[in-house]
């Protein structure tokens, strides 16, 4: 089945960068759009990032354009998002997806990874 395993997240000042990893396995990647999202405490679920299979599209929410940067290699399964220039409301548990192309919605999940901003 699908599997994806999150990495990189951690502890950092505002202002600071990180960059997750997510490893994917179980599926034909370059066929999947990946995507992030993420979950503050006592909130929803959102969108983070997204990216198209071959890498050429992406999307973001609005409050982290211009700061972070998500990736892709069908070579080696693995999705990435660079965040630079941290703030303290981006801390939250960060989630890798898939969707598969025959579906409208993703439906593959990691485990997530946490990521705290400190002021």
């Known amino acids: 089945q699908v599997q994806l395993v999150e990495s990189g997240g951690g502890l950092v000042q505002a202002g600071g960068s990180l960059r997750l990893s997510c490893a994917a396995s179980?599926?034909?990647?370059?066929?999947?759009?990946m995507g992030w999202f993420r979950q503050a405490p006592g909130k929803e679920r959102e969108f983070v990032a997204s990216i198209e299979r071959s890498g050429g599209t992406t999307y973001y929410t609005d409050s982290v354009k211009g700061r972070f940067t998500i990736s892709r290699d069908n070579a080696k399964n693995t999705v990435l998002l660079q965040m630079n220039s941290l703030k303290p409301e981006d801390t939250a548990v960060y989630y890798c997806a898939a969707k598969a192309p025959w579906v409208s919605h993703y439906n593959s999940w990691g485990q997530g990874t946490q990521v705290t901003v400190s002021s």
């Open positions: 179980g599926l034909t990647f370059r066929t999947y759009i």
